[in-house]
């Protein structure tokens, strides 16, 4: 009796494979989605209404997210904008924080009201200080820090802080 060969050595066959990936595929969920389907309806109708906004102002300038990003960081304290970021607001997947909205808004030459609808406050505070200082009453501070710096000088400011920890 002749031998049986063994067809793809262990393997699913061709077309039972590619079933099964196609399958895979389309039940897999990407981080995005799954970030997406926690927001409340409130939340998504902001991020929606936010990206439709954003779209407009580049189809009104001519521009693609890649162009945004260039030209948004033009106006970071660390000259980088990501167009991965601006990918996420044009999908609506995520809102900026204040400095990234600063930047878009004058690299669109816009101001925060036009991108973002008056829902969204509440979700952004757009005048959030970059550094913040409340005195505490009895001869010390309360100190907030909130802005991008080199690694070196986020080491020095904890180092500083550090030794005058109570």
Not at 6 to 32: I, N, Q, S, W
Not at 115 to 128: F, K, R, S
Request: aromatic share 6%; proline share 5%.
């Amino acid at each position: 009796m002749p031998r049986r060969q063994a067809v793809g050595k262990g393997k699913a066959a061709p077309k039972v494979a590619a079933g099964r990936d196609a399958y895979l595929e389309k039940t897999r969920k990407t981080r995005d989605e799954l970030q997406l389907e926690r927001l409340s309806a409130a939340e998504l109708a902001v991020r929606r209404e936010f990206s439709k906004r954003l779209q407009l102002k580049l189809a009104e300038r001519g521009w693609n997210g890649s162009e945004l990003a260039r030209q948004a960081s033009k106006h970071m304290s660390d000259g980088r904008f990501g167009r991965d970021m601006v990918s996420k607001y044009l999908r609506g997947v995520a809102l900026p924080y204040p400095s990234s909205l600063t930047a878009l808004c004058r690299a669109l030459r816009c101001k925060p009201e036009d991108l973002l609808p008056p829902e969204a406050y509440g979700t952004i505070n757009t005048v959030a200080p970059e550094v913040d200082m409340q005195t505490a009453g009895d001869g010390s501070a309360w100190l907030r820090i909130n802005k991008r710096v080199p690694f070196k000088v986020a080491v020095e400011v904890m180092a500083l802080l550090k030794g005058h920890a109570e």
